[in-house]
């Protein structure tokens, strides 16, 4: 949900999205594994419809 939030925010494709967050959990020293944004597509299809959150979900092929 985050990566899509920061998607819509940002205005970026979604493997521009889960770049900008690696390379902030790296500057942060942080563990964390970033899924891709084929896994993002596919959850995306479980959260819950909301109309704040459409434009984000709109197209997962860019």
Known sequence: M???TIKSRLNLTLR???GL???LLRLANVAWKVPDS???CRQKNT???SSRYKKAWVACND
């Open 38 to 40: 084929s896994t993002i």
């Open 21 to 23: 967050v690696e390379s």
């Open 16 to 18: 521009q999205t889960t």
């Open 2 to 4: 985050l990566l899509l």
């Open 47 to 49: 959260l819950r419809s």
